[in-house]
């Protein structure tokens, strides 16, 4: 679904990305791993467009998104929720979902809205509260619902789980899974918890300044023990 080809890209005279290569297969679940610093969240930003590479490229379902200006990728498909939760805390929770359909075109269904709240339960019971009120755990969920709303084929998630609790880390973990089953939606799950990443992942790609380490099954990445030691820190 997704296939990245020798992508390399950075900031000035920093190379942060330096010939990368991987494929996210339809309906799967890939895990970006690495340390901080890595390249991970330049990865994703590149395919999504915020930095454009000086060499390689991205395609989604055999369209090069070189050639789709950033403000375009929702429609081709493609949903990127960064890291760090950004919801609107001025808005309610309802007011913020509604602005993840503004990629496609504005309009957002009752279906559209019902789904989300099925999925998250929790922001259902809050869709009129501002969203400055929700906890770590909650923006997380509302940004993910939110970029449901663009109703993508390929997701980027950045980091869901910095600094939440475990419980709270299982149940967004326990979703994206869901996600995948249900609508064979493709993930790619950027996270320095390697252990949990790779616990739901089909298959996994390890960084380090900027180049692929390795890419494979997630369970042989979770069952190789000097990988793990020296670059996933469990
Ligand atoms: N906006 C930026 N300007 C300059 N350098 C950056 C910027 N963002 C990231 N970098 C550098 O690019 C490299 C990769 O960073 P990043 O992609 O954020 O890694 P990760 O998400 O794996 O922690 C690091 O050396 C980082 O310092
Ligand atoms: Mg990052």
Redesign the pocket.
Known sequence: MLSVRDLTAG?GA?T?LDGVSFDAAEGEITAVL?A???????LLRTISGLVRPSRGSVTLAGLDLGTVPVEGMAAVGLAHVPEGRGVITELTVEENLRLGALGRGGRVGAADLERAYSLFPILAQRYRASAHVLSGGERQMLVIARALLARPRVLLLDEPSLGLAPRIVVQIFELVQTLVRADGLTVVLVEQNARSALSIANRGVVLNLGRVVVSDEAAALAGNERLRHAYLGF
Not at 36 to 42: D, L, R, V
């Open positions: 900031y920093v942060a690495g901080n610093g890595a390249g991970k969240s330049t």
